[in-house]
């Protein structure tokens, strides 16, 4: 029975958050098998439906399945990963050239989802002060694709290490387009139970009741229910 708030039921819920804490970030698993345009077209539609800055939907969404196209895309990658390992020295070092970082060529699908900074023209509703609001829009989008994917048991991987004016020039972006987000889409041989830079011991997960503050940065929380079940979770 609903009420006026109508919240979900409980298996509702838990399949949303099932989707929230189960998704990750795929590189090594992917399998090739191809992704059915129905099932595509339900997670295009599910980031289509993102909020959005004055509802100015700035997105597009670039399906490139050639291979000579992603092996320039693999190519860019290549060269600015390259140039990350120079951050690190030594052990650290070893481990970052250790790790997958992309998946490009075994998933069947890449997907890019551009960020139109021109649409609606000058004016948009919300973004009179901060103008990166119709990126934050657009990485919402990204967010509800990753999150509908997961729940079909499709992968996706987020590959940002690639020279953005390169990325432009390949896909022939115009200049207003700005390429936010390039994903590697595909089902998967296993989704990890954690994040794979935790499982490979890059970096862990903070706990939360360090990241959550009270009236002001620092500030302890004064909310001591809050605190406990913060310490729970
Ligand atoms: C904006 C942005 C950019 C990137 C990523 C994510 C996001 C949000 N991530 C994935 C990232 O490493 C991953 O989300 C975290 O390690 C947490 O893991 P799960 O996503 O929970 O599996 C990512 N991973 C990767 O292998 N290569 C990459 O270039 C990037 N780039």
């Given at each position: 029975?609903?009420?006026?708030?109508?919240?979900?039921?409980?298996?509702?819920?838990?399949?949303?958050?099932?989707?929230?804490?189960?998704?990750?970030?795929?590189?090594?698993?992917?399998?090739?098998?191809?992704?059915?345009?129905?099932?595509?077209?339900?997670?295009?539609?599910?980031?289509?439906?993102a909020p959005?800055?004055?509802?100015?939907?700035?997105?597009?969404?670039?399906?490139?399945?050639?291979?000579?196209?992603?092996?320039?895309?693999?190519?860019?990658?290549?060269?600015?990963?390259?140039?990350?390992?120079?951050?690190?020295?030594?052990?650290?070092?070893?481990?970052?050239?250790?790790?997958?970082?992309?998946?490009?060529?075994?998933?069947?699908?890449?997907?890019?989802?551009?960020?139109?900074?021109?649409?609606?023209?000058?004016?948009?509703?919300?973004?009179?002060?901060?103008?990166?609001?119709?990126?934050?829009s657009?990485c919402l989008a990204?967010q509800n694709?990753?999150?509908?994917?997961?729940?079909?048991?499709?992968?996706?991987?987020?590959?940002?290490?690639?020279?953005?004016?390169?990325?432009?020039?390949?896909?022939?972006?115009?200049?207003?387009?700005?390429?936010?987000?390039?994903?590697?889409?595909?089902?998967?041989?296993?989704?990890?139970?954690?994040?794979?830079?935790?499982?490979?011991?890059?970096?862990?997960?903070?706990?939360?009741?360090?990241?959550?503050?009270?009236?002001?940065?620092?500030?302890?929380?004064?909310?001591?229910?809050?605190?406990?079940?913060?310490?729970?979770?």
């Amino acid at each position: 029975m609903n009420n006026h708030n109508d919240p979900f039921t409980e298996a509702q819920r838990e399949g949303l958050y099932r989707a929230i804490f189960e998704r990750r970030d795929v590189r090594s698993q992917f399998l090739p098998d191809p992704i059915p345009d129905d099932v595509l077209a339900r997670i295009l539609k599910a980031a289509h439906h993102a909020p959005s800055v004055g509802f100015m939907q700035p997105w597009d969404f670039i399906v490139i399945d050639s291979l000579p196209v992603r092996e320039q895309v693999l190519a860019s990658f290549d060269e600015e990963n390259a140039k990350a390992a120079e951050n690190y020295t030594g052990e650290r070092k070893e481990t970052y050239r250790s790790l997958k970082l992309q998946g490009i060529i075994e998933s069947p699908i890449n997907l890019c989802i551009t960020c139109d900074r021109s649409r609606g023209g000058p004016h948009v509703l919300g973004r009179n002060s901060i103008m990166e609001m119709d990126l934050f829009s657009t990485c919402l989008a990204v967010q509800n694709l990753w999150l509908s994917a997961r729940a079909e048991g499709i992968g996706v991987g987020w590959v940002s290490i690639l020279d953005q004016d390169r990325l432009s020039d390949i896909l022939q972006l115009p200049e207003q387009v700005y390429p936010l987000a390039y994903l590697c889409l595909g089902y998967v041989s296993e989704f990890l139970g954690q994040p794979e830079l935790q499982a490979k011991g890059w970096r862990s997960r903070l706990p939360l009741e360090e990241l959550v503050h009270g009236n002001g940065w620092g500030k302890p929380l004064d909310q001591v229910g809050l605190s406990e079940q913060l310490k729970k979770h």
